[in-house]
């Protein structure tokens, strides 16, 4: 069942660093991803939420640098959407470009 597939993938090595990557601590937001969440909120977007990857939002990932990449796929292509300071910055502008794909 659904149910049994969903413990055995818990209680193996897969499932329990997925669960430790959840318990890890999220940074504090900045005054420029607080300002970056009160823009989303007033454009109506919504900030997609991922547990795939560190910085916890789909469209997202953390580059060496420390700065954080936004980019997803449109018509058949990856989208490279910019580099910004932070994941929640990064996470409005994966939001708007999404919005307009669909």
């Known amino acids: 069942t659904a149910e049994e597939a969903a413990t055995a993938y818990a209680r193996s090595e897969y499932g329990r660093a997925d669960a430790a990557k959840l ?8 005054a420029a991803g607080l300002e970056a969440i009160r823009q989303a909120e007033r454009e109506g977007l919504t900030l997609t939420a991922s547990s795939n990857n560190s910085t916890g939002y789909k469209g997202v990932c ?16 990856r989208v490279y959407l910019g580099c910004f300071g932070t994941a929640v910055e990064a996470a409005v502008a994966y939001a708007r470009a999404v919005g307009e794909y669909t």
């Open 23 to 30: 318990l890890q601590p999220r940074s504090a937001l900045t």
């Open 62 to 77: 953390e580059q060496a640098s420390g700065r954080f990449q936004a980019g997803h796929r449109g018509g058949g292509r």
